[in-house]
């Protein structure tokens, strides 16, 4: 039987829209936090509740399985300029 204790996704709403979201690796954050200079320390203190629009998609601050806030993903698209 799969052990499903890691699995973790969130079911956010965007926009009236059903988005799921799933936790950043640790190295894709490092190359988000590279890319995004101006926003790499907010992006290590992940406040809950926070949104980013990074390389064209949206990504959320949340309460992960440990209790602490991480950096979920999404693929839903927004414009890095707004």
């Known amino acids: 039987m799969a052990n499903l204790s ?17 936790p950043v690796p640790p190295e894709k954050l490092v190359e988000l936090k590279q890319q995004n200079k ?10 809950c509740g ?3 629009c990074l390389n064209g998609y949206i990504y959320v601050c ?6 602490r806030c991480q950096l979920f993903g999404t693929d839903w698209q927004c414009n890095d300029g707004s």
């Open 62 to 67: 949340a309460e992960g399985p440990n209790g």
């Open 6 to 22: 890691k699995v973790v996704a969130l079911v956010l709403e965007i926009q009236g829209q059903r988005v799921m979201a799933h």
């Open 38 to 47: 101006s926003l790499a320390e907010r992006l290590d203190e992940c406040t």
């Open 50 to 52: 926070e949104e980013y």
